[in-house]
């Protein structure tokens, strides 16, 4: 059974940094393209970076592009979302999202490409 577990979510002041970790069971991540998303209260889910099947390809959110890294150990069966500068407009509750699809554009940004998704991990940034 496909499962995905986020952690690593918690309270970070302005400016800090949080990795969050999205660990795969039940299948092997090598094979999926894996996307981060996140929905703040009142607003719609977005999509913020994938990681694509496809030779490994990355699409970022243009407001994230500078400040978060997206990476994967395959050995782990980990994907890692490292949030540097954090602001608090990044307050949201952060998904991540598995798929089998290969994809050749930034169509791995929107939720709907994605059947199989973790719990999510709260990400409060305040001073």
């Known amino acids: 059974q496909l499962q995905l577990v986020e952690s690593g979510g918690g309270l970070v002041q302005p400016g800090g940094s949080l990795k969050l970790s999205c660990t795969a069971s039940?299948?092997?991540?090598?094979?999926?393209?894996i996307g981060w998303f996140r929905q703040a209260p009142g607003k719609e889910r977005e999509g913020i970076v994938c990681?694509?099947?496809?030779?490994?390809?990355?699409y970022y959110l243009d407001s994230v592009k500078d400040r978060f890294t997206v990476s994967r150990d395959n050995a782990k069966n980990v994907v890692y979302l490292q949030m540097n500068s954090l602001k608090p407009e990044d307050t949201a509750v952060y998904y991540c999202?598995?798929?089998?699809?290969?994809?050749?554009?930034?169509?791995?940004?929107?939720?709907?490409?994605?059947?199989?998704w973790g719990q999510g991990t709260q990400v409060t940034v305040s001073s």
């Open positions: 999202a598995a798929d089998r699809k290969y994809f050749y554009s930034d169509y791995c940004l929107y939720s709907y490409s994605y059947d199989s």
């Open positions: 990681l694509t099947r496809t030779y490994g390809t990355t």
């Open positions: 039940g299948f092997s991540l090598d094979f999926y393209t």
